[in-house]
């Protein structure tokens, strides 16, 4: 309780007609002043009255309507108890709103929903054939990657191709090649080491050594050669050739043989850039190799091969951390495609949000209202309810990577694009993911209040007057009285 000596300016606006009904949140003894308090009643009741942080919110939510900054904006806030299933206090919490970068929020709960924090890829270096006394590699280099959204960058502890190269080169003159008579094969697989339960939908896939590598699609495949998959700690390993998610079924199914359709979906691009370098650095290191670098995204005859060495991306933990710290456009949009093709195996924009939008319903997410275009939130066509995103928050926390998700989010005053923000109250108690395009303005996430509470809040302003700097002002002018609840 904050108590106010000189109350008539707070109680006016307060009191003052609104056309926003939903917000103002009168206090009861406020109600008995018909005709607005007169200087010495207000004298009379300063020592006793007294202004809540409740009642300071919401004066700061009328105060806005009629700030220039704000006065001709389309902007919507939202207040809400987990605990109580509460709206604690809202305006405009249904307007469809755009959401610029805390779309990104919508993301990267999806990635981890879908694969789980720990998940990591892999990018293996092997070769076929043999080497002879001299050295000499006579066979193919083979570099297997598995759509690493990460891979190359530098993010997220992330090694550069440049890194990872010359790990690779080192691997190979420790096992003593000093030439190379073949190719430098480049493929996309999926590695078994992840032990998921599932695999890409719409495509064959044969077991080979530690993986699975793409060899049709499952159209019109023969529904009578299906078996099951029936261990209970590892489908995978059966010993049998060709896995799939079963069209027909729609589960996980094995067959002993495929001669069924080519691919027809889209897969995700090889790690050609990574073989490039490295068949450039392995002539700069003296190291001779006779062929080319060939993209090989089908296999269904592999050559038998030997690991060299094997390169794991960052958990999806910390490239979720980057992404939302950061608010990284570059991995959102890496992690949306990546969804689509570990869901339904097409590495494409589109299947990305198909699946996006799917895991959403599933959590009950209201999509009535939404428009999810890309996963970084640079379209302005995105369109989201303050109040979807709230309960979106509010539901997060039941889920078991729940910290995971908290912990990616920048700190008021302290980490990432958070830390310019909030000198006041708000320092070090706001949880939240901004969002930036050209007269918008966003902040969705979690209120840690000095009472215990962690509140879900969206607010959401587009159209906005002014800077930059004078909105984010306005909006720690919002969210301040919201840490004293």
Known sequence: MIRVKNIGAALLLVLAPMAMAQTSHIPSHYSQLEHGPSDASIEKEADTWTLSAKDHLDISINKLLDDPVLRNANWGFVLYDPQTKKVISEYNKDEALIPASTTKLLTTDTALGLLGPEYKWVTQLEYSGSIDEQGVLNGNLYVVGSADPSLGTGKAGASTYGSIVT????????????????????????????????????????????????????????????????????????????????????????????????????????????????????????????????????????????????????????????????????????????????????????????????????????????????????????????????????????????????????????????????????????????????????LAGYVKTTSGKTLTFSLLINNYSGSVSQVKSKMEELLDPVVSL
Not at 186 to 195: C, M, R
Not at 239 to 245: C, D, N, P, T, V
Not at 255 to 272: M, Q, R, W
């Open 167 to 442: 790990e690779f080169i080192d691997a190979l003159a420790h096992i003593g090649i000093t030439k190379i008579k073949g190719d430098l094969i480049v493929q996309n697989a999926v590695f078994n080491s992840h032990q998921l339960r599932s695999l890409p939908a719409n495509i064959v896939w044969m077991a080979h050594n530690n993986y699975y590598l793409p060899v049709g699609s499952t159209r019109d495949i023969d529904p009578r050669k299906e078996k099951f998959t029936v261990s209970k700690s590892n489908p995978f390993e059966q010993s049998k050739q060709y896995f799939y998610i079963s069209p027909y079924q729609n589960i996980l199914v094995f067959a002993d043989e495929f001669n069924g359709n080519p691919i027809e979906t889209t897969l995700p691009s090889v790690p050609s850039y990574l073989g490039n370098t490295l068949r450039a650095n392995l002539l700069k290191r003296g190291i001779p190799i006779s062929g080319k670098v060939v993209p090989k995204p089908i296999d269904k005859e592999p050559e038998e091969r030997r690991v060299v060495t094997t390169y794991e991306s960052p958990s999806l933990n910390d490239i979720v951390y980057d992404t939302n710290q950061r608010s990284d456009n570059a991995l959102a949009e890496s992690l949306l495609r990546m969804v689509g093709f570990q869901k339904l195996g097409s590495q494409t924009l589109a299947s990305g949000r198909e699946v996006v939008v799917q895991h959403l319903n599933a959590k009950g997410f209201d999509t009535s209202a939404l428009i999810y275009m890309d996963g970084s939130g640079l379209s302005r066509s995105h369109r989201v309810t303050p109040i979807s995103q709230a309960l979106f928050l509010a539901d997060e926390m039941k889920e078991s990577y729940y910290q995971t998700f908290f912990d990616s989010l920048p700190i008021a005053g302290q980490t990432g694009t958070l830390k310019t923000m909030f000198d006041g109250a708000g320092h070090g108690h706001i949880f939240a993911k901004t969002g930036t395009l050209n007269k918008v303005k966003t």
